[in-house]
T-cell receptor, first 112, second 113 residues
Framework: QKEVEQDPGPLSVPEGAIVSLNCTYSNSAFQYFMWYRQYSRKGPELLMYTYSSGNKEDGRFTAQVDKSSKYISLFIRDSQPSDSATYLCAIHGSSNTGKLIFGQGTTLQVKP | ETGVTQSPTHLIKTRGQQVTLRCSSQSGHNTVSWYQQALGQGPQFIFQYYREEENGRGNFPPRFSGLQFPNYSSELNVNALELDDSALYLC????????????FGPGTRLTVL
């Protein structure tokens, strides 16, 4: 079983739709959760960073963590064509190193 | 404040050769991590450097090695290149060792023929 599982998609939605991106993880000791956005042929860009269970909102983006289910989500409201990218969930996997464990990434296309 | 920079942007090598990739951390950051991202996959942790010392390593063979310099810039060296080493190599810096947020550079795309 992979430590972090993410549906690779692709996911195609019309402009203005609400997008839900999800990951599951296996180790209940994981505490820090991140979402990165990666445009084609670019490095990942940090979008959201959460520590505890619950919701964290930043503009059109909401990150949600459910530690009891080991499930993390990213919601994008009023999606725009510029949101078309690959979204990667990442979990801080070790208390001793900065190792991030990434999901496979979900490719999102927002059609005008 | 400058972000993370990497060089070169692209590189083509043949099997068996050696390669050195370079990274400059974001200003004020003293911790650097390297990741390998194969096509269609998420990044895989190679290792991390903090104050010129390796601090953690992923599941990569010893032919992957690194250095961090006093100015916190870093190098990734790969010896005896294999076809499967073809990937995007990403460098990420963080403010210090206990900071979870990592900021990535644009990557170096390595092709091994």
């Amino acid at each position: 079983q992979k430590e972090v599982e993410q549906d690779p998609g692709p996911l195609s939605v019309p402009e203005g739709a609400i997008v839900s991106l999800n990951c599951t993880y296996s180790n209940s000791a994981f505490q820090y959760f991140m979402w990165y956005r990666q445009y084609s042929r670019k490095g990942p860009e940090l979008l959201m960073y959460t520590y505890s269970s619950g919701n964290k909102e930043d503009g059109r983006f909401t990150a949600q963590v459910d530690k009891s289910s080991k499930y993390i989500s990213l919601f994008i409201r009023d999606s725009q064509p510029s949101d078309s990218a690959t979204y990667l969930c990442a979990i801080h996997g070790s208390s001793n190193t900065g190792k991030l464990i990434f999901g496979q990434g979900t490719t999102l296309q927002v059609k005008p | 404040e400058t972000g993370v920079t990497q060089s070169p942007t692209h590189l083509i090598k043949t099997r068996g050769q050696q390669v050195t990739l370079r990274c400059s951390s974001q200003s004020g950051h003293n911790t650097v991590s390297w990741y390998q991202q194969a096509l269609g996959q998420g990044p895989q942790f190679i290792f991390q450097y903090y104050r010129e010392e390796e601090n953690g390593r992923g599941n990569f063979p010893p032919r992957f090695s690194g250095l961090q310099f006093p100015n916190y810039s870093s190098e990734l060296n790969v010896n005896a290149l294999e076809l499967d080493d073809s990937a995007l190599y990403l460098c990420a810096s963080s403010l210090t060792l206990n900071t979870n947020e990592q900021f990535f550079g644009p990557g170096t795309r390595l092709t091994v023929l």
